[in-house]
């Protein structure tokens, strides 16, 4: 079954307040639910719009695997899922971070049960030395877990943070944003190291 998000996706800006959506869009959304697992899709369309009912039956694509996507067929020109393009980070250090996390925020927006994957993950700026100590690193261990912000000019930016998510497997993840024109333009994450089994739902 699918329809419309039962709530505004812009609400999710009050919360990331140095970043603002461009001037002229708004933000829409579908959700697809299949029994109790959830997707969400949030796109930018022009403020004057809004997006048309929802197929039945949505045809979907993945990213890296396990993230859902519409195809573009039968959505209007105007309905763009590239969000990132469309959020505008004020400058700051700190408003790349709120941006990063925002995006992956709308991402997930209206996911459920075994449609969510980013909310398995909690941040982390420490280890606990006794859970650091039983871990597989898959290289050298990091000696700094602080997100970092690295701001090389206007619109120029790299942020890097670290996850922790026990979903199925223990994993710590390290995650890279890269900015261009005050636009996320590359998004990497990668398995610093491995823990025991996690749990399954």
């Known amino acids: 079954?699918?329809?419309?998000?039962?709530?505004?996706?812009?609400?999710?800006?009050?919360?990331?307040?140095?970043?603002?959506?461009?001037?002229?869009?708004?933000?829409?959304?579908?959700?697809?639910?299949?029994?109790?697992?959830?997707?969400?899709?949030?796109?930018?369309?022009?403020?004057?719009?809004?997006?048309?009912?929802?197929?039945?039956?949505?045809?979907?694509?993945?990213?890296?695997?396990?993230?859902?996507?519409?195809?573009?067929?039968?959505?209007?020109?105007?309905?763009?899922?590239?969000?990132?393009?469309?959020?505008?980070?004020?400058?700051?250090?700190?408003?790349y971070f709120q941006c990063s996390l925002l995006i992956r925020e709308l991402r997930e927006l209206g996911a459920c049960w075994h449609g969510a994957h980013w909310s398995?993950?909690?941040?982390?700026?420490?280890?606990?030395?006794?859970?650091?100590?039983?871990?597989?690193?898959?290289?050298?261990?990091p000696e700094e877990f602080l997100p970092q912000v690295t701001v090389t000019g206007p619109g120029e930016a790299t942020v890097r943070f670290y996850t922790v998510t026990r979903y199925v497997q223990e994993e710590l993840c390290c995650h890279a944003d890269t900015y261009s024109g005050g636009v996320l333009v590359d998004q990497t994450r990668n398995t610093v190291a491995v823990g025991g089994m996690g749990y399954i739902y």
């Open 1 to 95: 079954m699918a329809g419309s998000t039962p709530r505004d996706p812009g609400e999710l800006l009050r919360y990331f307040p140095l970043v603002r959506l461009k001037e002229g869009y708004r933000l829409d959304s579908y959700q697809y639910l299949t029994g109790p697992d959830g997707n969400g899709f949030v796109f930018a369309v022009p403020a004057d719009r809004r997006l048309p009912p929802p197929p039945e039956r949505p045809d979907l694509a993945w990213r890296q695997g396990i993230i859902p996507t519409p195809r573009a067929a039968g959505l209007p020109e105007w309905a763009r899922e590239d969000i990132e393009a469309f959020l505008e980070p004020e400058g700051s250090p700190l408003s």
């Open 120 to 141: 398995t993950h909690e941040i982390v700026t420490e280890l606990d030395p006794d859970e650091a100590a039983r871990w597989q690193w898959a290289g050298e261990r």
